[in-house]
């Protein structure tokens, strides 16, 4: 059974950073494209970046791009999201995901197989 657990959320002011980090057990990670989302209260869960299998081309949301970065060690079977710039709109549970299959959008939620728990992410103004 495939597991992913997230750590490294927490509270920070806003302009500070955070690295979120997302293990991976009981499957093949080096095969798996992997995504960030997250969910603020009152709202609908979103994409926030994705790295393929590779760690090539990852792709972010408009509203993270150039200011979060995600990577991945296949050996440590982890995956990374390095949060700069933090504001207080990037409140929110975030959830790491695995999708096996490598096929479609990076951007749609339901394509992904394994979900972790998440980790909070609080930023103050």
């Known amino acids: 059974q495939v597991r992913l657990v997230e750590s490294g959320g927490g509270l920070v002011q806003a302009g500070g950073s955070l690295r979120l980090s997302c293990v991976v057990s009981?499957?093949?990670?080096?095969?798996?494209?992997m995504g960030w989302f997250r969910q603020a209260p009152g709202k609908e869960r979103e994409f926030v970046a994705a790295s393929r299998w590779s760690g090539s081309n990852p792709y972010y949301a408009d509203s993270v791009k150039g200011r979060f970065t995600i990577s991945r060690d296949n050996a440590e079977n982890t995956v990374y999201l390095q949060m700069n710039s933090l504001k207080p709109e990037d409140t929110a549970v975030y959830h790491c995901?695995?999708?096996?299959?490598?096929?479609?959008?990076?951007?749609?939620?339901?394509?992904?197989?394994?979900w972790g728990q998440g980790t909070q992410v609080t930023v103050s103004s």
């Open positions: 995901a695995a999708d096996t299959s490598n096929w479609g959008s990076p951007t749609v939620a339901r394509l992904y197989d394994y």
């Open positions: 009981g499957g093949t990670f080096s095969n798996y494209r």
